[in-house]
């Protein structure tokens, strides 16, 4: 069996779409991402801009703890 996403106090619902490779991500948009033990279920939003404007690239792609900038603030927020 897989775990059932978890979903925090600002009123995310349903289990959003997985992340692609590709599409055209901004600020505030949400995603899911498939993974393995503790990433199964986790949800990610792109923080506003400035940093929204990488959400589309594949090199920051949400992951588990979510991608470091050069600044040391990650571009995406965990939910």
């Known amino acids: 069996p897989t775990a059932t996403p978890t979903f925090d106090e600002d009123g995310?619902?349903?289990?959003?779409?997985?992340?692609?490779?590709?599409?055209?991500?901004?600020e505030n948009d949400i995603v899911s991402i498939k993974g393995t033990g503790e990433t199964v279920g986790k949800?990610?939003?792109?923080?506003?801009?400035p940093l929204s404007n990488h959400c589309q690239l594949e090199a920051y792609k949400p992951v588990p703890g979510g991608i470091i900038l050069h600044n040391?603030?990650?571009?995406?927020r965990e939910c």
């Not at 949800?43 to 801009?49: A, E, G, M, V």
């Not at 040391?72 to 995406?76: A, C, F, K, T």
């Open 43 to 49: 949800i990610y939003q792109c923080k506003p801009w």
């Open 12 to 26: 995310i619902t349903g289990c959003p779409e997985e992340y692609e490779t590709g599409a055209k991500y901004g």
């Open 72 to 76: 040391g603030e990650p571009l995406w």
